[in-house]
């Protein structure tokens, strides 16, 4: 159980083009979601909280202008990487929690994205 | 200084050895604690969760360390297969719930 899906696995895209990921939780609702990002060799990093129903919650210095996150239902959270630069080729990895405030998160696999 | 630290290794570790990391964290009003384990290019994984009392699960044994502020993950009879980075993470469960996590901790077991 507590299958994460990520789509998808992988994305090269140009300059100033615009990408969905998508996170779905399988067999569990998920009231919380989290989208992290993991630069090379370097610890993941939050980018924002997403609830179901309600706006994201991005930590300091991530744009949410750039990084528009929508949590429409309880299975489903998507990230949308808008106008990408080089500079934003990155793993995005989103998580999702069982039960909230358990503290204890399942991870999709991951989206690698390069920006050309 | 970090919220959460850990050493980054690497650790060279001889398959069957037993290894020990240590992770610090800050904030004492962290409740909850865990381990997670990260290979090469691929999203973490939890590996186990810890509790007060310490628990254990196989060849790995979490404890806590609340006057310290450590937490501690042991692994016995390391296989080859227990190579990867593990991550330590807290969760300080206030008005800012945020899982905190170190930097991780690369292990290289050899054959």
């Known amino acids: 159980g507590a299958v994460v899906s990520q789509h998808p696995s992988w994305v090269i895209c140009k300059s100033g083009t615009s990408v969905k990921i998508e996170c779905r939780s399988l067999d569990f609702q998920a009231t919380t979601m989290f989208w992290y990002r993991q630069f090379p060799k370097q610890s993941l990093m939050l980018m924002a909280t997403?609830?179901?129903?309600?706006?994201?919650?991005?930590e300091q210095g991530v744009e949410k202008d750039k990084f528009l996150i929508n949590h429409a239902s309880l299975t489903l959270s998507t990230l949308t990487v808008t106008s990408a630069h080089p500079e934003d080729s990155s793993f995005y990895i989103c998580?999702?929690?069982?039960?909230?405030?358990?503290?204890?998160?399942?991870f999709g696999p991951g989206t690698r994205l390069t920006v050309t | 200084r970090k919220e959460v630290e850990q050493d980054p290794g690497p650790f060279n570790v001889p398959e069957g050895a037993t290894v020990a990391f240590n992770c610090t964290y800050s904030n004492s009003a962290s409740q909850s604690f865990f381990w997670y384990r990260q290979d090469c290019r691929k999203e973490p994984k939890l590996l186990m969760s810890v509790y007060s009392s310490g628990n254990e699960d196989g060849r790995f044994t979490a404890q806590l360390n609340r006057a310290s502020q450590y937490i501690s993950l042991l692994i016995r009879d390391s296989k080859l297969s227990d190579s990867a980075t593990y991550l330590c993470v807290v969760n300080t469960m206030d008005s800012n719930y945020q899982l905190i996590w170190g930097a991780g901790t690369k292990l290289i077991i050899k054959p």
């Open positions: 997403s609830n179901e129903g309600s706006k994201a919650t991005y």
């Open positions: 998580s999702a929690e069982t039960r909230q405030g358990a503290g204890e998160q399942y």
